[in-house]
């Protein structure tokens, strides 16, 4: 924090300094205009948007890696921001290596291959920042969340986990690319102007997808096993039908926490916060009384997904304003 006096300049206006440290990280020359922005938290300096942010470029050498390991390169890559990615070496002679690397492309929003020869693949990003909005891509991931929770609670009847599989890919890509703008504010003023989103805001974004991101992980998981226990008669009726019951608790305090999280409704937050202990004793009454192995793993799956609404709901706060 930096504190500066207010100096009279003329009859109406007054002066104020900037750290030189601030001026020097955003690359600002004298005489470039800057902007001022008045919101609920105060006045903001925001630099001009002049140009475009500075294009980063990386190289991965892919010789002596396994491709678990070249995968992980190239999502660190991506998340941080790069334009371009160059991904190099002779091992990419190897068509189930490079038909990988594809597929893995495909799956991070905004790529596209742009040159490809049998020792290198080079890779570009082509998302018009201004044309993208972080509120609503979160919104977007609610969506498929809301689907992925109504067709696993559909799947004690018949099994929908192809569907489900897809739609998680589908909320990966998303996370992904949600993840990367906001490391890309954090690290670029530029872009930060450009989203014109507060510091403790993008945080808020990024704990929320979070949070999505583990339910669909667990809705994915819990389909799964009801796919398995649907037909299963060592579970009781009484037992499956007390589990669709919490699940569709858990449903309707899914759907109200994105409600309030979106408009910023405390009231409701702290309500929804409160349903978790009723959750969590539910499920472990459900527990006490199956010997069922799938059941308790179902169990422990909904106990992380009660879990993360309610962190949702702690996050609501954040997002008001």
Request: glycine residues 4%; contains cysteine; positive net charge.
């Amino acid at each position: 924090m930096h504190t500066r006096k207010l100096i009279g300049f003329g009859r109406n206006s007054f002066v104020i300094s900037l750290p030189k440290e601030w001026v020097e990280r955003n690359k600002l020359q004298k005489g470039q205009d800057v902007f001022l922005i008045e919101d609920t938290q105060g006045l903001r300096v925001v630099i001009s948007p002049q140009g475009k942010p500075e294009e980063k470029r990386i190289t991965i050498n892919t010789e002596k890696k396994e491709y678990p390991f070249i995968r992980t390169e190239i999502i660190t890559a991506y998340l941080n921001g790069n334009h371009v990615i160059e991904i190099r070496g002779a091992a990419l002679s190897e068509p189930a290596l490079a038909q990988k690397i594809r597929e893995l492309i495909k799956d991070l929003t905004g790529l596209e291959i742009v040159d490809e020869t049998s020792s290198k693949i080079v890779v570009r990003d082509l998302i018009d920042l201004n044309q993208v909005s972080l509120q609503k891509m979160v919104q977007r991931i609610d969506l498929i969340i809301r689907s992925m929770i109504e067709d696993t609670i559909q799947c004690q009847e018949a099994c929908y986990m192809d569907n489900i599989m897809h739609r998680d890919k589908d909320v990966n890509r998303l996370v992904f690319l949600v993840f990367r703008l906001i490391k890309s504010c954090f690290a670029d003023p530029k872009i930060a102007s450009i989203f014109d989103i507060p510091k403790q805001k993008l945080i808020t974004y990024w704990l929320v997808t979070m949070r999505l991101e583990k339910i669909g992980d667990q809705m994915k998981r819990v389909a799964r096993s009801l796919c398995s226990i649907q037909s299963d008669e060592s579970l009781n009726k009484r037992e499956k039908d007390r589990l669709i019951f919490i699940m569709k608790n858990l449903q309707q305090d899914y759907h109200e926490v994105m409600k309030a999280f979106a408009s910023g409704n405390m009231v409701e937050a702290y309500k929804i916060e409160l349903n978790f202990k009723c959750h969590i004793e539910a499920l472990d009454s459900l527990l006490e009384n199956t010997h069922h192995y799938e059941l308790a793993r179902t169990i422990d799956q909904l106990k992380s997904t009660a879990s993360s609404i309610k962190h949702i709901a702690r996050n609501v706060g954040d997002n008001n304003g």
